[in-house]
């Protein structure tokens, strides 16, 4: 099942301005992932959040994680139109050794 | 990280026949993964290649569809049996060196099956 739930499913934007993507989950968590993916292609890791940290950057990437209310969100800031892909989170879920996905956010930047 | 290769990186076959996916890893590690994504959707896990032993398989997910071998810490492969176009997907896998620890992803074998 679906542990990640993000919004907005579909997100257009132009260059140079920053997209926010959301995500929500049910059970605990060890900790919560994000991916990149482009068009259809292998994933790529952008950043992992552990349950009791509450905010993490990486370049121009910031993810918060609210453990009460449970989600975590992800911002990218100045956007590219290299930054056009879909964007999953993924979490551990206390107790378990899956790694279980959202359904993801379609980001666009346009030039 | 890690480097994951997969072969093939993409194939169109036939109903009814099989096709073997194989993984590769640049360096040994702890967990190796299967996972599907179907058309438009998010990545669903298969199962989890375990060396050495029976790959453990989540519920949806059989065995007799999908036998996997791990026969070493870097290297697996995924058959896909008795295909259908149900079957059509991309199919990845991703390693982990623990359970807590960042999962990385081989670039994906997009089959399509007529």
């Known amino acids: 099942s679906q542990q990640g739930e993000e919004d907005p499913q579909a997100l257009s934007i132009q260059e140079g301005e920053n997209a926010t993507m959301n995500c929500s989950y049910k059970?605990?968590?060890?900790?919560l992932q994000w991916y990149r993916q482009n068009s259809g292609r292998g994933l790529v890791h952008l950043i992992l959040?552990?349950?009791?940290?509450r905010e993490k950057h990486s370049g121009r990437l910031r993810v918060t994680l609210d453990t009460s209310k449970k989600s975590s969100s992800l911002l990218i800031t100045a956007s590219r139109a290299a930054d056009t892909a879909s964007y999953f989170c993924?979490?551990?879920?206390?107790?378990?050794?899956?790694?279980?996905f959202g359904k993801g956010t379609k980001l666009t930047v346009n030039p | 990280s890690a480097v994951i290769s997969q072969k093939p990186s993409r194939d169109i076959c036939q109903r009814g026949t099989s096709l073997t996916i194989q993984c590769q890893v640049d360096?040994?590690?702890?967990?190796m993964f299967w996972y599907r994504q179907q058309p438009g959707q998010s990545l669903t896990l298969i199962a989890t290649?375990?060396?050495?032993?029976?790959?453990?398989?989540e519920s949806g997910f059989v065995i007799d569809k999908f036998p996997i071998s791990r026969p070493n810490l870097t290297f697996s492969t995924l058959t896909v049996s008795n295909m259908s176009p149900e079957d059509s997907s991309i199919y990845l896998c991703?390693?982990?060196?623990?359970?807590?620890?960042?999962?990385?992803f081989g670039p994906g074998t997009r089959l399509t099956v007529t």
């Open positions: 991703s390693v982990a060196r623990g359970i807590v620890h960042e999962q990385y």
């Open positions: 059970t605990s968590i060890n900790n």
């Open positions: 959040i552990r349950s009791n940290e």
């Open positions: 993924a979490s551990i879920q206390g107790g378990s050794e899956k790694l279980v």
């Open positions: 360096s040994q590690v702890t967990m």
């Open positions: 290649a375990n060396q050495g032993s029976e790959a453990t398989y």
